[in-house]
């Protein structure tokens, strides 16, 4: 477990350092898709088992001891559970990420999404989440991400997504972590800005609700209209907004993400754009250390 020092100065750094989150946090239905445009066949692993998460971990290895990977313009990186249960170079995951190159470490805790409802998916229930945190904790875990999904402008549905993330975000902020609230707007909705002011609202409303000791931090996708959450990004209890890429490309996300003030990335695939694993060390570590720099760029 950190230390309160630590935990206060990973906090100072997620609210006020350059850079941005590297979102390494596939889950199992998202695994193979991640190995395909890495180069690996479902034929080389057994789907769903230890075989694929073990192959999964040695391409998130690669890209955590990458050279260019590091806290000079990496703030932090989102795990997935599997991944902070293992080791890197013989060191657990979220250790290797903070003592070694200086990365705040961050866990994925939900258990995926729930079928559509009023042109939403709420978060499926995690009956055994205060466990997940207690071990997140223990294992030296700054924060963790849940992510929803908005798909049309439901009011009705859209604040119950709201509710639900900052109401299970209380719950992860009495274990001593900071949550990453994700309501993901689908970026191919047809009235996507409609979705995103009813979202701006509902997410002000619960951010005024809470207390001067609860803080969290913000992951949206990119904004139709530049500076739209603006008063979220200054309010007090939002310590970073951070955006996903949501399918854009690497480069269309950076050209927005540019636009927006006081927002950072918090990218997964655009991250790992190009990357095979045929690919030799040096070739691999020039296209990461190339994404890194576009992305960090797009940040500041």
């Not at 904790?137 to 999904?149: D, E, I, L």
């Amino acid at each position: 477990m950190i230390s309160d020092a630590t935990f206060s100065e990973q906090l100072k750094r997620a609210r006020e350092a350059k850079g941005f989150l590297a979102a390494l946090d596939q889950s199992g239905g998202s695994t193979p898709k991640a190995l395909r445009l890495y180069g690996i066949e479902e034929t080389e692993y057994e789907l769903g088992k230890e075989s694929m998460y073990g192959v999964i971990h040695a391409m998130r290895t690669r890209i955590i001891t990458s050279p260019g990977f590091n806290g000079e313009r990496i703030l932090g990186a989102i795990l997935f559970e599997n991944t902070m249960d293992k080791d890197i170079e013989g060191i657990p995951t979220p250790t290797f990420l903070w003592e070694k190159k200086n990365v705040i470490p961050f866990l994925k805790c939900d258990k995926g999404l729930a079928a559509e409802e009023d042109g939403c998916q709420v978060m499926k229930p995690m009956p055994d989440l205060d466990e997940l945190l207690k071990r997140a904790k223990a294992k030296g875990v700054f924060g963790t991400k849940m992510r929803s999904n908005v798909n049309s402008a439901n009011a009705a549905g859209i604040k119950k997504v709201v509710e639900q993330q900052f109401e299970v975000g209380k719950q992860i902020i009495g274990h001593g972590l900071v949550p990453i609230i994700e309501p993901e707007v689908n970026i191919s909705s047809s009235d996507k800005v409609e979705i995103e002011a009813i979202l701006k609202k509902e997410i002000l409303v619960q951010l005024d609700a809470l207390s001067e000791d609860q803080n969290v931090m913000l992951k949206l996708s990119l904004p139709s209209i530049n500076n739209f959450y603006k008063e979220l990004i200054a309010h007090k209890r939002c310590v970073r907004l951070v955006a996903l890429s949501g399918g854009y490309s690497r480069d269309n996300a950076n050209a927005i993400l540019k636009k927006q003030e006081g927002m950072i990335a918090s990218f997964s695939r655009a991250l790992t754009e190009g990357q095979k694993h045929q690919m030799s060390d040096d070739e691999y570590n020039k296209l990461l250390d190339v994404s890194i720099a576009n992305i960090y760029e797009a940040s500041i």
